[in-house]
């Protein structure tokens, strides 16, 4: 919680600045900003979604599973508990990535979570991509994932199609328990 508020008490202290503890907000913040603008805020997955998602997705024991923009990991955390899978979350965000990590503990979970930009990583050995981006962020990665992903390789999208890939289906917004679609494409 002190990390999260540390650049708030950096701009309105009345102490002359300190070059660390400006280096530190930065640090914080740079890639914060870079997360929100590059990828999307962090908005928790319902868990209800999150169900679903996993359910769409038809993962089996021992596929290698990626969730670009994971947040606090709830999806991998909750793969790996389930169906017995290699999941890794990326994540760019410092804070999100932290409650990440602290969740971790608490859901036991073999996860892994990592502190990175997902577009700087190989995604070719992935069975299963998770994402919840928004639309902007969805067309960069469209072309990412067309050129590394491997035949039969599954992506699961919450709330947002990936323009202009054609789903092999998608699961209708649920107004009832107030979820999202999801689409499910296949390669």
Not at 103 to 129: G, Q, Y
């Amino acid at each position: 919680m002190i990390v999260a508020l540390m650049p708030l008490f950096y701009l309105i202290s009345n102490t002359a600045p300190n070059p660390w503890s400006f280096a530190l907000v930065a640090a914080i913040l740079y890639p914060t900003l870079m997360a929100l603008i590059n990828g999307a805020p962090f908005v928790p997955t319902p868990m209800g979604a999150v169900e679903k998602m996993l359910k769409a997705a038809k993962l089996k024991k021992g596929e290698k599973v990626y969730d670009i923009g994971c947040g606090d990991g709830r999806i991998v955390y909750r793969a790996t508990q389930e169906y017995d899978v290699k999941a890794t979350g990326f994540e760019l965000s410092p804070l999100v990535f932290l409650l990440a990590r602290a969740r971790k503990f608490f859901w036991k979970s073999k996860a892994r979570i990592v502190f990175a930009d997902f577009k700087k990583h190989d995604l070719s050995d992935a069975d299963v991509v998770f994402c919840y981006l928004l639309p902007e962020t969805l067309a960069k990665l469209e072309g990412k994932l067309s050129r590394e992903l491997k035949k039969g390789a599954r992506v699961i999208s919450y709330a947002f199609p990936i323009s202009p890939w054609k789903e092999s289906r998608k699961l209708e917004r649920d107004t009832k328990l107030s979820l999202g679609p999801v689409w499910v494409y296949e390669r």
